[in-house]
C-alpha cells in the first residue's frame, strides 16, 4: 500500500532525510521511531504528500501522493496534531461537520462511541485532555472512511483505546504509518518498526527482531533504542 523508495528529503546541507526506502503492506501498522529531529515528520509529509522527497519515489495506493492529491483526500486520512479549533464548535460539531465532506464515510456519532468520545459531544475539542485530544484526532482522520491512516507524534493513551482502535483498523484492512515518541506502546501496538537515525533507517523490522538483534541483552524496545541512537526513549 505504501511504497519509499530511496526517499532523501534536504532543507539545508545535511539531509533531514537519507536514502530511506520502506514498504507497508495493506492492514500492516508500521511506527517510525527516532530521536527528535531523525526526520520522522519529514518522512511523514512526503508519504502524506504535502511535500515531495528531493530525490526517491513515493507511492500510496499506486499514486503518487504529492501529485495526485484528490486521490490521497480520497484514500487517506491524517491525524492532524495540535490543531486549534474555532472557540465556540464543539465536538460534536466539528466531527459533523467534517463527517459531511465524505458522503459514505463512517458516521462522526459511531467513530466519537469508539474512541471513548461520546461523553464529550459538547465540549471544546481545545479542551479535551492530551489523550481525549489525541483520540479526536484519529476520529477525524477516519471520517473519510480512509484505506490509509498517518499520525505523526502519536501519543498513545495509558487506557489502551487507542491501541485498541488502531488495531481494529487494522483488522479492518486499513494500513496505518505512525511516528511516536512512546516506545512501550509502539513495541505493543506495531507490527514493524523503522529506527530513524539522522535521516537514515538504522533498523526496520518487527519489535522482537529489533529487540533481539539490537538491545544487547535487554528486553525492550527502549533497550534497542538506546542501543541504536545512543539517546534514552523521549517523551514529550
Ligand atoms: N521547514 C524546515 N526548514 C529547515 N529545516 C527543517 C525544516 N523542517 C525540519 N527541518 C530539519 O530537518 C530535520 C528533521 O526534522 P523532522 O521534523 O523531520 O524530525 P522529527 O524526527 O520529526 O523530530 P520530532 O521528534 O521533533 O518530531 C531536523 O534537523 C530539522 O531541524
Known amino acids: 500500500m505504501i511504497v519509499v523508495e530511496d526517499v532523501t528529503i534536504r532543507y539545508g546541507a545535511v539531509p533531514a532525510v537519507d536514502g530511506v526506502s520502506l514498504t507497508v503492506e495493506r492492514g500492516e501498522i508500521v511506527g517510525i521511531i527516532g530521536p527528535v529531529g531523525s526526520g520522522k515528520t519529514a518522512l511523514l509529509e512526503c508519504v ?15 499514486v503518487d501522493p504529492h501529485a495526485d492529491r484528490t486521490h490521497m483526500s480520497v484514500i487517506a486520512g491524517v491525524a492532524p496534531a495540535g490543531v486549534k479549533y474555532p472557540g465556540r464548535a464543539s465536538v460534536g460539531d466539528i466531527s459533523k461537520l467534517f463527517a459531511g465532506f465524505y458522503p459514505g464515510g463512517i458516521d462522526h456519532l459511531e467513530l466519537l462511541e469508539r474512541f471513548g468520545l461520546a461523553d464529550r459531544l ?36 495509558e487506557d489502551g483505546i487507542i491501541a485498541e482502535q488502531l488495531r481494529r483498523c487494522a483488522r479492518e484492512g486499513r494500513t496505518i504509518l505512525l511516528a511516536s515518541h512512546h516506545l512501550a506502546e509502539a513495541e505493543a501496538l506495531c507490527d514493524r518498526v523503522g529506527v530513524l537515525v539522522d535521516g537514515g533507517l538504522a533498523a526496520l523490522d518487527t519489535p522482537w527482531t529489533i529487540i533481539r538483534d539490537h538491545a544487547g541483552g535487554g528486553t525492550t524496545l527502549a533497550d534497542a533504542y538506546l542501543a541504536l541512537t545512543g539517546e534514552p526513549a523521549h517523551v514529550h
Open 48 to 62: 502524506e504528500g504535502t511535500r515531495s522527497p528531493d530525490s526517491g519515489r513515493v507511492r500510496v495506493g499506486g
Open 122 to 157: 459538547r465540549r471544546s475539542p481545545n479542551r479535551l485532555t492530551p489523550p481525549e485530544k489525541q483520540r479526536f484526532a484519529l476520529v477525524m482522520a477516519l471520517l473519510g472512511d480512509p484505506q490509509v491512516v498517518f499520525a505523526d507524534d502519536l501519543h498513545l493513551d
